[in-house]
């Protein structure tokens, strides 16, 4: 590069400015942050020791009658709510995602010198850009909806949680900044020390964001789980107690996971639409570069998703058994019949993308004929998982059936089967992934035979193992046996993932290539499995967001303070899942928006940066 | 532009089968609308209105008289409750805050443990803690208000001067929606019916430990479901041993609908 | 095959107790035992 020796000295210091000025002020925000807590803890204290001298100073839960809630005519003010939310969901769980593994990969580009990795991770970045304002946008919306709709909810909430909040918007402003020296400053902060810095700056990026989160996510589990609070659901003053409520960390794990395979998809689905409409090989190389990544990513996620998930739901029952029994065998239970189908399409469209880009090398032919097999094993585990179990029935069925439980059917229904079928079929996926990564190598080491057989055999020994904990403990046992069978299961599970990874690592390193792979190579039809999987990932965040609400029914903080409003109803699966597909569609649109927006910006910026690299 | 409508169309064919599937794929349930509030004037309510409201929770909602009962013997009887309670102040081993007789037996409702008659304790607690749940919260979740009218109904029960006063703010009795006259709908679940029938106040199920009735926690290992049908319909036909007749209510025939019934023998003799 | 078929069933024995063994101590630390007793 032909920079002068002395602007470049002039650039590092502003870049080291520039970094002490984010850390002083990511620093004073902390610092702020400790004496109000610390505050808050004390006022509890006094709370305690004098009994009745805090009464008084926070107000009881409001309980609003059904005209205290404003209603605008022609306007159902809990869809509005509820779309507006779930659109502010979507693309802040995008937007959270994309800088956390666009930090991973330019720290991957960094380690191994591969230009390609930075250049894919600024277009990840900038695909996520628009979508930050977007989100904003639809922030603020929010806020205005719910103020105007559920103001003494919102009044009470906003009294509690006065500090967080006020750190919310202060640390928007840091995420914010951040985020605008990350993604202008990409070009500017390259090589060497500059590097450093961007990539401090990328951390700062995702440590503001997830705070952020964990923000909100305190104020959405304490109306699920309020903490805090004195007996007659008066707030007691500690703060820190309403934050940190009994579901707050549960949902914290799960969103973060979730967020990440989420954010992995819609760029996916980014990345197909770019390789359709590509004209040229070199295009279609590099967008089914980033279209495989990005799979990569989503399923990597993925695959630990269903043990959060287990995790929260576990953790729902013991706070609170009547609303872990509404949420699995009450009227929600059909919706996680709904949602097998959603995972097993995600499972499915992941694994056949996986098998189609085994045509990227010339070495596939020798695992092509496993491929039907794992499909077999896929769509059979899918099929026991969906099996529902207990059903609402009539009279003349149930008397046709001969019980609530199908004969055949019924034993497949219970959650020890369903246990076995989603560990099952994550090896089975893990087992597309070996042979994909497979595909183009062929081993160099002289143990390739036995290390092959240990393999087989850990695979074969622990899917034994999963079925004996299934079906002894499931079927011959008592309920507690049943649920504590089923964490050896997962813990099988992980193990043969690590481990059968740890092998491969070994056997595999030093490998010959048998022919370069040819990024590009691959048809049409697997880039509509991205677009499957970023649709279905869209659709089912939407149904397990209306089920995260829906649990708390007719509260609007379950126990504390009843929503009385004309919308406390819960509403059929049929109409939760038509304002879910609404909302999906309106979400495309406005992703294709934004997509549209980084394209024509895009024409525009290319032909200035070649100018000034010139 | 051709590739836009195609995935443009592929997504819309997507979102159309998962919402078709769950509009026609899955029965639609319609859920129970939430139990309605009902507001009672208290303003307007006499003293005697009072007490008799106190009544009908300490009989009814309440749930008080399934353990205060002389043939339980799992709870004191609270017929001189106001009586002794000026004297319990006193107790050393008194560790509430209250100061008068109705603060005593108002705090007793919302804090259980401030005072254990001898006897009475969680087993092995040595009579500190006690096995009473707060009537403020949980499944019961009595208004303030209607704590006030149950120690309103004890102190009249002890023929000791009611002390309480009326509270000024309107209490909530919640309905439940078979009152409405409309069938209520089936329940999807047997544990809903547990829970909504509260069977772990008496019996020892899931994560409850009652502990008036026998323990059902594996009752399927040893009884049949003739047996256990039998049980739910005419509780006294049979009586396990070691516990008292007639404790356990004898209408779950005329609540149950007849499929409830069964998944809930189902679910029993399934519990080994 | 003789090459595979041995370390087959050498590391299939030895997986298995792991497994076995793994079980035995979950279950355990959950204050059950991996063979159902009442």
């Known amino acids: ?614 | 532009m051709r590739i836009f409508l195609n995935v443009v169309v592929f997504s819309l064919l997507i979102i159309g089968f998962f919402a078709g599937y769950s509009r026609f794929g899955i029965p639609q349930i319609e859920p129970a609308p939430p139990p309605v509030a009902e507001k009672l004037d208290l303003g307007a309510m006499t003293m005697e209105e009072f007490i008799a409201l106190g009544e009908r929770i300490y009989n009814g909602k309440g749930t008080c008289t399934l353990c205060h009962t002389a043939v339980g013997g799992r709870a004191p009887l609270l017929d001189g409750a106001a009586i002794v309670a000026a004297e319990r102040l006193a107790e050393e081993t008194y560790k509430g805050e209250a100061s008068d007789v109705a603060g005593y037996l108002y705090e007793s409702m919302t804090n259980p443990s401030a005072y254990v008659v001898a006897g009475f304790g969680k087993a092995g607690s040595n009579d500190t803690v006690s096995p009473m749940p707060n009537m403020l919260s949980g499944s019961i979740g009595l208004s303030e208000a209607e704590l006030t009218a149950v120690v309103a109904y004890l102190q009249d029960l002890g023929g000791t001067e009611v002390t309480v006063e009326i509270p000024a703010e309107a209490v909530e009795e919640e309905e439940e929606p078979e009152a409405s006259g409309e069938p209520r709908p089936a329940f999807a679940a047997p544990e809903e019916i547990i829970a909504e029938f509260t069977c772990g106040a008496c019996h020892k199920i899931g994560e409850d430990e009652g502990e008036v009735g026998p323990d059902l926690t594996t009752i399927g290992a040893h009884r049949d479901r003739d047996y256990l049908r039998r049980s739910i319909l005419l509780p006294n036909a049979e009586i396990a041993e070691g516990f008292e007749a007639e404790l356990m209510p004898d209408d779950y025939g005329e609540q149950l609908y007849a499929g409830e019934l069964e998944m809930l023998v189902d679910y029993l003799v399934a519990l080994k | 095959m003789k090459d595979y078929i041995l370390p087959f069933l050498v590391a299939f024995l030895v997986c298995s107790a792991a497994f076995l063994a793994l079980d035995a101590a979950i279950m355990n630390a959950q204050g059950l035992s991996l063979i159902f007793s009442g």
């Open chain 1, 1 to 614: 590069m032909g920079i002068p020796q002395a602007t470049r000295k002039g650039h590092r210091a502003a870049a080291l400015v520039l970094l002490v000025l984010i850390f002083a002020l990511f620093g004073a925000g902390l610092s702020w942050l400790q004496p109000t807590l610390a505050f808050a803890q004390e006022t509890a204290q006094e709370a305690g020791d004098v009994q009745g001298v805090a009464e008084g100073v926070y107000l009881a839960a409001p309980q609003p009658t059904e005209t205290d809630y404003p209603q605008i005519a022609g306007v159902n003010s809990r869809v509005v709510v509820w779309l507006v939310a779930q659109l502010h969901l979507w693309f802040a769980a995008f937007i959270l995602a994309v800088p956390i593994f666009v930090l991973i990969i330019e720290g991957v580009g960094m380690a191994t010198g591969d230009e390609r990795y930075d250049k894919m991770a600024y277009e990840f970045i900038k695909v996520s850009i628009t979508a930050y304002s977007l989100t904003a946008i639809l922030g603020g919306l929010l806020i205005i909806t719910l103020f105007v709709f559920y103001p003494h909810l919102m009044q009470f909430l906003s009294n509690i949680f006065k500090e967080s909040m006020f750190y919310y918007a202060l640390l928007f402003f840091v995420e914010s900044a951040c985020l605008y020296v990350y993604y202008y400053g990409w070009h500017w902060l390259q090589g060497g020390f500059r590097k450093w810095v961007h990539l401090t700056v990328g951390l700062l990026l995702n440590a503001a964001g997830t705070t952020l989160m964990f923000l909100a996510n305190a104020w959405i589990t304490f109306m699920m789980s309020p903490a805090g609070l004195d007996a007659s659901g008066g707030f007691s003053g500690d703060a820190w107690a309403a934050m940190h409520n009994f579901l707050w960390n549960p949902i914290n794990l799960h969103r973060v996971i979730a967020n990440v395979a989420y954010g992995g998809s819609i760029v996916g689905a980014y990345a197909a639409y770019k390789f359709l409409s590509a004209s040229s090989a070199q295009d279609k190389a590099h967008y089914d570069w980033m279209g495989y990544t990005a799979n990569l990513i989503a399923i990597s996620a993925l695959l630990p998703l269903p043990f959060a998930g287990y995790y929260l739901a576990a953790e729902i029952y013991a706070y609170s058994q009547q609303m872990g029994i509404t949420l699995m065998g009450g009227i929600f239970a059909w919706l996680f019949i709904i949602q097998a189908v959603l995972i097993g399409t995600l499972f499915l469209s992941a694994n056949y993308y996986l098998w189609c880009g085994m045509g990227r090398s010339e070495g596939a032919v020798r695992y092509n004929k496993y491929v039907k097999y794992l499909a077999i094993v896929i769509i059979g585990a899918f099929l026991v998982w969906f099996t529902p179990h207990t059903l609402v029935l009539t009279n003349q069925e149930l008397k046709a059936l001969g019980g609530p439980y199908h004969k055949y059917l019924g034993p497949l229904g219970i959650m020890p089967a369903k246990n076995t079928a989603v560990n099952i079929m994550i090896l089975f996926t893990t087992l597309s992934f070996i042979l994909y990564r497979r595909a183009n190598k062929v081993a160099v080491v002289p143990w390739v035979k036995a290390g092959n057989a240990a393999q087989v055999a850990l695979f074969s020994a622990g899917i034994v193992n999963i079925l004996i904990l299934g079906i002894y403990h499931g079927y011959f046992t008592n309920t507690v046996y049943k649920v504590a069978a089923s964490i050896p299961q997962v813990a099988t599970t992980l193990i043969i993932i690590v481990a059968s990874t740890i092998i491969d690592r070994f056997m595999y390193r030093g490998a010959r290539d048998v022919a370069p792979l040819r990024w590009g190579r691959i048809p049409d039809r697997a880039q509509y499995a991205l677009f499957l999987l970023a649709v279905a990932f869209t659709w089912l965040m939407g149904l397990m967001g209306y089920i995260r609400s829906g649990i708390r029914q007719h509260w609007h903080i379950v126990g504390v303070m009843r929503d009385n409003s004309p919308d406390a109803y819960t509403p059929t699966l049929g109409y939760a899942a038509n304002v879910v597909s609404v909302g999906t569609i309106l979400f495309m649109a406005m992703v294709i928006f934004v997509f549209w927006l980084s394209h024509v910006s895009t024409v525009k910026t290319v032909p200035v940066l070649r100018e000034s690299e010139a």
